[in-house]
């Protein structure tokens, strides 16, 4: 049952949603938060062709045209969330601890520390699901708490490309000319270059140990063991290639530190990521919860987004915190994602 008298629903709600959120998740940069009053997102793909007109003798017609089409598509999106409770014997000893009369400090204070984790939490979890649609194409869930989802956004496998011989043999492979290779398929695809190109610091540094790479920036004394950063972005500059953006963020997963993206990894996005896609945000059942009954907690328009609310058991007596959500991310126009594994 959910507690309206120790924390209110819509202000513990205000705050998860208002909480800055923890540096070191980005992905959002390039499939930002969007919120809509649904459940379902839909969305429209448009299949864009430069077609060329004719000429016509005169007094001929004029040829008839043909429109670009597009291709509605929907998708369920799943909730998320996690709560946290404060036990009979904790709640007991919180409120023993007292400056004089019901002082119930001490457990606010808990359940807005739990908001908090729980919050943290769902950002974390929604990282990992922006790396996994950007490595593949496809939103995943294998069995996760008995649900098991595959939403496929249609990224072309000449946007998956592996590199020909692994980067990590420093003599043999040739970024610069795969760099090139996957950057004209992009452009040639999305009507536009690339802007940037995700990966990790490992990736980074086997580029700047590469034989072909070091070479290009050689002297009478030869080449220089390792390229600096500054080198390898002047060479890729030079080369009108995307700039490169580390990312090495790791998420807990069940005691083992997980990476959204692999260190293998080498991701072109646009200059623009609203071009590519989205992750959204919608409606959850204790969102609409809070907005039924004759004095609702949240109006309509409040609804999509984190929502927060303590609930209380009887029997044990216990006070959980719950913060939950509805969401994923999506890609909406595959030919602005190509993901190379490059070893």
């Known amino acids: 049952m959910i507690d309206r008298d120790l924390v209110e629903p819509a202000v513990l709600t205000g705050f998860v949603r208002n909480l800055p959120g923890p540096a070191n998740l980005t992905l959002n940069r390039w499939l930002p938060d969007r919120t809509i009053g649904d459940i379902e997102v839909a969305w429209n793909t448009l299949f864009r062709t430069n077609r060329a007109a004719k000429f016509r003798a005169f007094d001929a017609e004029t040829p008839i045209g043909q429109r670009d089409s597009f291709e509605r598509r929907r998708v369920a999106m799943p909730p998320l969330g996690q709560k946290t409770v404060i036990g009979e014997e904790e709640y007991l000893q919180l409120e023993r601890v007292r400056s004089g009369g019901d002082n119930t400090a001490r457990l606010i204070e808990a ?23 950007l490595v593949d194409g496809r939103f995943t869930l294998q069995g996760e708490n008995g649900l098991t989802i595959e939403a496929d956004f249609g990224v072309d496998p000449s946007h998956l490309p592996t590199a020909a011989t692994a980067w990590t043999d420093y003599a ?3 970024p610069l000319s795969e760099m090139r290779a996957w950057a004209d398929v992009y452009t040639d695809d999305a009507g536009e270059a ?11 540094g086997h580029m700047l140990r590469n034989e072909t790479l070091r070479n290009m920036v050689g002297n009478v004394n030869g080449a220089p063991p390792i390229l600096t950063r500054q080198q ?33 990894r080498m991701i072109y996005l646009p200059q623009d990521p609203a071009t590519l896609g989205n992750t959204y945000w919608g409606i ?60």
């Open 111 to 133: 359940v807005y520390n739990d908001a908090e984790l729980n919050r943290n939490a769902i950002l974390f979890r929604q990282e990992l699901s922006r790396g996994d649609v």
């Open 194 to 204: 690339p802007a940037y190109a995700l990966t990790s610091r490992t990736v980074v």
């Open 284 to 343: 959850t059942a204790e969102g609409l919860a809070l907005a039924s009954g004759q004095n609702p907690d949240l109006v309509f328009s409040e609804l999509p987004g984190l929502v927060g609310v303590v609930m209380k058991d009887g029997d044990p007596v216990r006070t959980w915190t719950k913060v939950s959500a509805t969401g994923m991310p999506v890609i909406t126009d595959p030919r602005r994602l190509l993901t190379a594994k490059v070893y």
């Open 232 to 264: 390898l972005n002047a060479i890729l500059d030079a080369h009108d290639l995307p700039q490169i953006v580390e990312y090495n963020t790791q998420v807990d997963v069940d005691g083992t530190a997980t990476r959204p993206i692999p260190l293998d």
């Open 172 to 174: 043999a492979s040739d």
